[in-house]
């Protein structure tokens, strides 16, 4: 939100106060208080009939230390708050040398000089990270009389600032207006499903908004120095969060808002639905299902969208029985073949649903202030919503999810969660402007909560639309509804390194987009980038996505793809783990690679699948691409052709390759068994070896199936032109140096040590 006319007015009605100067400090060993005046103090005269703003200033976690700034101490905070479930007392270490104090978290500190104008300074060592000086800590007052809060922290000549949440618009966030406020709004405007109130740039820090309602961002778009960050409340509270490096700031903000669960490695396969307002029935199921294993394409998973559900009844959690008259029969029927069940769900409950009358005289529904239950027929007739915020809906709601769950589904999109009124009354008292955005919260995790409860720690999982800051504990989630072009491809791409940059470890999207229905060009790209990504779904809306209706070549580039995925399941699986223990997501942002290559900086249309392979998605129809290689020698694993960097390359890829680029001196573990996600993947593990420098040195961990934790370890060395490799595995496994071309070594079970010809 903009207060100021240009640099030197405000805008019509609005007034604005800043602290100007510290008038007093409060140290503790671990945490300050500062008392701010509005203006300066030159007497005692100027104490008087003046607002005085309260600082308070601590630490949560090494690292990390927060500022709330507050003007009246006394409104009434009905929550609801954003858990921080890293968060510890006593953490800082306070200081003061005469008129200087600071306060410490490890490597940063706040630098405070209470003897000059008010400035705060963050610090790492003798480097300024950020600071907040004349207009960044204040109030204003607007037209209508509303009463904000604000901050801004300074942005130095070159600094760059991303994340978020999963947004659309330019990667780099400078020059734009973002407010977090969730909006069903596709994947083609500043509106944004997945909305986090946090942002890191490229100087070694990020900023957290501990606020859960509407936080609005003007990011060097009001004051082109500042990145500001308002709300519309007494008080506003804000962490600083040191690096130095991108995915030091990703793991220390993921230990204070959660760390993504690890889903179950099931998971990593191919995903095919229904579509959503197709026509379809159990005929059209087993059509899919078996057209699939006909043209030789595992699937791990197969979805139900809504109209599972009878019509103008959602959600109800009935099998609509003209179209599905035996869903238990079916289901287990589906499950012989090996596949999971995933099923649509939504928080709303429609008027004719036989659950509407019984939310409503239990008192499961949210309310207007006047005790009527809040409707309207957007989406389904009569439309309620569930109260999340009371223990007994949320009780109640598991109960008929768990009905589901008995007869074999495995897994719940949780769609929708977005379109939140704030005319309401919640149970539990909670504001309903911070209700708005928090409401995913409390469904994706009562969701998830269920589904940890009855299928065990590492199989829940969820696919969902929504979320807002500590949503990533609730994997997995996907980009909503985009059109069916290659725009509209790339923007998706977008969002998902965005959203990584916000703290979620995995991501998924629609494969051929949802909206419309791509041409065989579309479709084909889009699944070597879908299959490439940590999840993979096929999904539209009102068309199927089975890939026959593409064309034969669009079947050949599935099952490649499919098949390619679950060879390098044991890869992905370990770059699952790392999102699980460290918050550095499976699908990296250059940026968030190498943060030191300012050609990287800006890029968007390409990615790091785990730590090892480059991914740069093709857009065009006639498969040109552009992409930019860092340092080194790269290794394309489906071509073995070598591309060397720092330097922009274009290529043009037919359909069955596209620039997928191993790092120098990467050891990628393949797994034997291309039929499955999850296998014995120790057993017979081939280890591709790619651009191995001179003194290079790799330990590779193959990962376990079921859960965190190893199956083995393989350590290798180069010296000149030998190959040293060691291991503690007891089972086959070969190694490959170069590309797909190169001669296997292969090596009997038992064999724990080898030395190797390496060619130079």
Known sequence: MKFTDGYWLMRPGVTARYATEVADVRAGEDRMTLYAPVKHVRGRGDTLNSPLLTVECWSPAEGVIGVRATHHAGAVRSGPEFALPGAEQGQGKVSRNGDVVELSAGELTLRVDTSRPWRLEFRAGDRVLTSVGERGTGFVTDAGGRHHMLGQLSLGVGELVYGLGERFTPFVRNGQVVDIWQADGGTSSEQAYKNVPFHLTNRGYGVFVNH???????????????????????????FVVHGPTPKAILERYTALTGRPALPPAWALGLWLTTSFTTEYDEATVNRFVGGMAERGIPLSVFHFDCFWMREYQWSDFRWDPDTFPDPVGMLARLKEQGLRISAWINPYIAQKSELFAEGMREGHLVRRPDGSVWQWDLWQPGMALVDFTSPAARDWYRDKLRTLLDIGVDCFK???????????????????????????????RTVFELLREERGEGEALLFARSATAGGQQYPVHWGGDCESHFNAMAESLRGGLSLGLSGFGFWSHDIGGFEGTPTPEVFKRWTQFGLL?????????????????????????????????????????????QAHTTGVPVMRAMVLEFPDDPAAAALDRQYLLGDDLLVAPVFTEDGTVEYYVPEGSWTNILTGDRVDGPRWVRERHGFHTLPLLARPDSVIPLGADDQRPVSAWAEGVELRVHAFADGAERTVVVPRGDGPGESARFHLRRTGDRLRVTTDSPHPWQLRIGGPDGVPHVHPAGTHEADLPFPV
């Open 533 to 577: 990504s940590s999840h993979s779904r096929l999904h539209g809306s009102k068309s199927y996505r089975v890939p026959w209706d593409f064309g034969e070549e669009a079947v050949e580039v599935t099952r490649e793809f499919t098949l390619l995925k679950h060879r390098l399941a044991p890869y992905l699986q370990r770059a699952a783990q």
């Open 212 to 238: 859960p309602g509407k936080v609005s961002y003007e990011i060097g778009s009001e004051s082109v120095g500042q990145v500001q960050f308002s709300v519309e409340d007494q008080s506003l509270e804000y």
């Open 414 to 444: 949780t769609d929708f969660g977005e379109r939140i009124p704030t005319d309401v009354v919640w149970h539990d008292g909670s504001d309903p402007e911070r209700m708005h955005n928090y409401y995913t919260q409390l469904y994706n």
